[in-house]
Nanobody
Framework: QVQLVESGGGLVQAGGSLRLSCAASGRTFWYYGMGWFRQAPGKEREFVAAISGSGDSTYYADSVKGRFTISRDNSKKTVYLQMNNLKPEDTAVYYC?????????????????WGQGTQVTVSS
């Protein structure tokens, strides 16, 4: 079975930084495009960042551009999200997702596999 596990969430002050990790286990197409999404209570799940299978293409939501960086280490089957200058509005459960092709995807409906999520809380 395919499993994605997020880690690295926690409580941080506004302006601080966190790095999230998403590790793939089981039989999965780890070299496919991957994405990060987030969901706050009572809100729709929204796109944060995406990266192509090779890591040569990335996309970011306007709200995080310049602050967040997505990267991947295919030898470790892991995708990262470096989050800098965090703001209270970044508070949400963050999910990683795996697509079914090499291209980076930005739509929540374009991913087939999802992790359980990790909580990020930014205080001020």
């Amino acid at each position: 079975q395919v499993q994605l596990v997020e880690s690295g969430g926690g409580l941080v002050q506004a302006g601080g930084s966190l790095r999230l990790s998403c590790a793939a286990s089981g039989r999965t197409f780890w070299y496919y495009g991957m994405g990060w999404f987030r969901q706050a209570p009572g809100k729709e799940r929204e796109f944060v960042a995406a990266i192509s299978g090779s890591g040569d293409s990335t996309y970011y939501a306007d709200s995080v551009k310049g602050r967040f960086t997505i990267s991947r280490d295919n030898s470790k089957k892991t995708v990262y999200l470096q989050m800098n200058n965090l703001k209270p509005e970044d508070t949400a459960v963050y999910y990683c997702a795996a697509g079914r092709g090499l291209a980076a995807r930005t739509g929540v409906n374009e991913y087939d596999y999802w992790g359980q999520g990790t909580q990020v809380t930014v205080s001020s």
